[in-house]
């Protein structure tokens, strides 16, 4: 079966990051008058000339006209183009992005290629959900989800490998910068959702040199069932659910409602509070002194502290003490993010993780690997 | 509607169209460095025969001897009545050679590591790993209840790391499983350091030495090797490697033999070796102790090939032993060599992604004590104009 990709180009992507505004979502007009040049047409067309130049499969590529994808395809010589979303006004937004990924369902495209950054990954989710994979050719100030392919090249190499069955589909996370926070002069990067992303399958050996990819759920499952044994044999715990996808998968296993953007308290079994902000968790350190904290790397770099999670602060890490924290992943995202990485915005604390220097992630059912940690501090 | 077994056909076509099934080559005679594969004539460099004893004339006759003497077969398990003084002869020369308190054999190094790891350890017990571990070690620590950690490949880092954090519970044991020399980079492990680890953070070590074995420490393995024949807790081996014959085997303490002999389930519940196939392995034992020039030819030749091939700008990776990779990149080009080289004469496999990284690819050519300079000239040669042909140096 033919590949269907839905290719777009997000044209002003990256243009705020020259001239030193933190993204270009909603300040497009001062990013130009402050001499921004556009970026991400010469990243789109970067991907798109490898992928010819290299791979071209047999791939229908379905996309918008002009500058937000049509032109860097036909300039590359791709036959099968189909245009299905006419952009009308020179200046592009993030309705047009929208607008063309409610077309990309529709059609419906098996892959969405898209070049910009953390707002556009957000634009297209925000239409997409988790029904089509999406592929970020990275462009943009931003690029903390874990949708993007680390250069244009690669990103060439990740659509040949996807359109050969070499890679597969599991849930990364978007974040972006919180634009509400950034005004009161606050870097929060925070997470809005859950994707579905190409990602490397999960190997095991069956024969002397045959492998059998198993889904990802069913390592998420063996997780839960780790989780769940670890509660039992320690009932005085009270354990604290972190954000993203890995354990809201878990939580959900274990038959517990979940917050996936935020953080659950969980004790005996039971959901005893949701969505925590920095008091509430502290609130209930309070109640339950013995307590544990199960995190796992989010978005594109492996932080598990730092990003997307702010409400476990300092304060809360130190009254739950490092070794209390209990760290899983899904081998796929370990192939992603060989790293663990914290910024907790505290020096000690980043240099009590920095003296730790690995850690032992829990990857499956009674199954830990060590992994190296990166802080600030290195 | 239930299904029955049209997912036989199915899957093996699935696989047969990714191109993974296993296409066997028969030998048309004895496995040695000149064989003929389907009829065509070949250097072997895709065996473990590393000091040509498969066919050695000792062993063969030991092996007639025995036939004679014992006949075909062992009639029964090794527990209950297929244990005949021949076997027991075997285990005493193990144990002399080794340098242990005792030993004893399984039917094959995988027997030996799925039927034993899963009763060192279980719940409340530890079993550290590193990541390139033979596929058997993999199963017996999968089979065990205790929890099991992986570390990367040789970091002594990570592996302190784990040993650390392990003190931070109470597990009731700790045991660190490697092996002795892996499979696809002829990398040594570094058992010193491992030992010192061992002994600071009171763990055991349990080393498979499958690729060791008639290689290091004179042909005794890596015990020798690194001086360490009695600290090592457990001594997985095999007659099927370098000895030339058949079988696995385990080495250490009388204490650890009588436990394998009541609790090793796929020793308790398998037939004993065939007579000859004990009498083959004592003869093995016997010529790796008396034919000294063997380990020392397997050596020199190892040297010769290592440093020639990388001459020619081949990446050897790690290897340290008569497993002496050639890293191509990509699983393609791999193959495709492997392919070349056949028809070339050269017997040679390639070893593709997932079994190495992506672009790790590569022919593992495993070295002969009986090649002769002539034979890895010729092997030289062939690399060399491959090489060329195929845009690797």
């Known amino acids: 079966m033919i590949l269907t990709v839905g290719f777009i180009v997000n044209p002003i992507a990256g243009m705020g990051g020259r001239v030193g505004l933190k993204g270009t979502d909603n300040v497009v007009e001062e990013a130009k008058r402050k001499g921004a040049k556009p970026v991400s047409p010469f990243k789109a067309r970067e991907a798109i000339k490898e992928y010819v130049e290299k791979y071209n499969d047999d791939i229908r590529w379905v996309t918008c006209s002009g500058i937000m994808g049509e032109n860097i395809l036909r300039e590359n010589g791709i036959k099968s183009v189909e245009v299905i979303y006419n952009v009308t006004s020179r200046d592009t937004s993030a309705k047009d992005t929208k607008n063309a990924c409610k077309l990309f369902v529709e059609y419906p495209v098996d892959l969405i290629v898209f070049c910009g950054g953390d707002g556009t990954a957000r634009d297209i989710t925000s239409i997409v959900g988790t029904r089509i994979p999406i592929l970020g050719i990275p462009s943009g100030v931003k690029m903390h989800s874990g949708v993007f392919a680390i250069n244009p090249r690669i990103a060439a190499r990740v659509i040949h490998e996807f359109a050969n069955h070499k890679l597969t589909v599991g849930d990364v996370e978007i974040m972006d910068l919180d634009e509400e926070k950034y005004r009161q002069g606050e870097w929060n990067i925070k997470l809005f959702g859950i994707a579905k992303g190409i990602v490397e399958p999960i190997y095991v050996q069956v024969g002397k040199m045959s492998f059998e990819s198993i889904p990802e759920d069913d390592i998420k499952d063996e997780l839960a069932e780790y989780i769940e044994d670890e509660m039992k044999d320690n009932p005085e715990y009270v354990y604290f659910f972190g954000s993203g996808s890995t354990i809201d998968y878990i939580a959900r296993k274990l038959g517990l409602s979940n917050t996936l953007l935020g953080i659950d308290a969980v004790y005996r079994g039971k959901t005893i509070a949701q969505d925590l902000d920095e008091k509430g968790i502290l609130d209930i350190l309070d109640r339950y002194p013995k307590a544990k904290l199960i995190l796992s790397p989010i978005g594109a770099q492996g932080f598990i502290l730092g990003r997307g999670n702010l409400q476990i602060s300092p304060k809360v890490i130190r009254k739950i003490g490092i070794d209390n924290i209990i760290v899983v992943a899904t081998p796929s995202k370990l192939a992603a993010t060989p790293l663990i990485r914290i910024d907790t915005g505290d020096k000690e604390i980043d240099k009590l993780f920095a003296m730790k220097e690995q850690m032992l992630v829990i990857i499956g059912y009674r199954l830990m690997r060590v992994v190296k940690i990166q802080t600030n501090n290195i | ?393």
């Not at chain 2, 003084?85 to 050679?97: G, Q, R, S, T």
């Not at chain 2, 409340?124 to 596929?135: A, K, P």
């Not at chain 2, 592996?159 to 519970?169: C, S």
């Not at chain 2, 490697?178 to 499979?183: I, L, P």
Request: a negative charge; proline letters at 3%.
């Open chain 2, 1 to 393: 509607m239930r299904e029955m077994t049209e997912f036989l056909g199915r899957e093996y076509e699935e696989m047969e169209k990714q191109g993974l099934t296993w296409v066997i080559k028969s030998l048309n005679g004895p496995s040695q460095p000149h064989v003929e594969v389907e009829g065509k004539k070949c250097i072997m460099l895709a065996s473990n025969n590393y000091l040509n004893l498969a066919n050695h004339p000792k062993l063969r006759e030991a092996a007639i001897k025995a036939i004679e003497k014992y006949g075909a077969g062992a009639g029964s398990d090794w527990s209950i009545a297929g244990t005949m003084d021949i076997h027991m002869e075997l285990y005493k020369k193990i144990a002399e050679f080794k340098g242990t308190e005792d030993a004893v054999t399984f039917q094959t190094g995988f027997a030996a590591n799925a039927g034993l790891i899963p009763q060192l350890a279980g719940k409340g017990d530890l079993l550290i790993s590193d990541e390139l571990n033979h596929g058997s070690i993999i199963d017996g620590v999968r089979l065990s209840k205790a929890e099991r950690a992986v570390y990367p490949h040789s970091d002594m880092g990570a592996l302190e790391k784990v040993l650390e954090e392990a003190n931070k519970k109470d597990y009731r044991r700790v045991i660190i499983l490697t092996d002795g020399v892996f499979s696809m980079d002829g990398d040594i492990a570094k058992m010193d350091e491992i030992h010192k680890l061992a002994e600071e953070y009171r763990a055991m070590i349990y080393v498979d030495d499958a690729h060791g074995e008639g290689v290091l420490g004179d042909g005794h393995g890596i015990g020798r090797h690194f001086d360490l024949e009695k600290e090592i807790h457990f001594q997985i081996g095999t007659f099927s490697k370098a000895f030339g014959s058949f079988g696995g085997m385990l080495a250490g303490s009388s204490d650890l033999i009588k436990f394998a002999y009541n609790k090793s389930r796929t020793w308790l519940l398998s037939a004993a070796f065939p007579p000859h196939v004990a009498a083959a392995n004592i003869a093995a034992l016997e010529v790796v102790e008396k034919e000294k020039d063997r380990v020392k030819r397997l050596w020199d030749n190892t040297k010769y090939f290592k440093k020639e091939i990388e001459s020619l700008g081949y990446d050897t990776g790690n290897s340290q032993t008569p497993i002496v990779p050639t890293i191509v990149g990509d699983s393609k080009k791999a193959k495709q060599l492997a392919e070349k080289l056949y028809e070339e004469g050269i017997f040679a496999l390639a070893i593709v992604y997932p079994m190495v990284a992506r672009d790790k690819a590569r022919i593992r050519n495993q070295m002969n004590a009986d090649f002769n300079r002539e034979d890895l000239d010729t092997i030289l040669n062939v690399y060399e104009k491959l090489g060329k042909e195929l845009k690797i140096v």
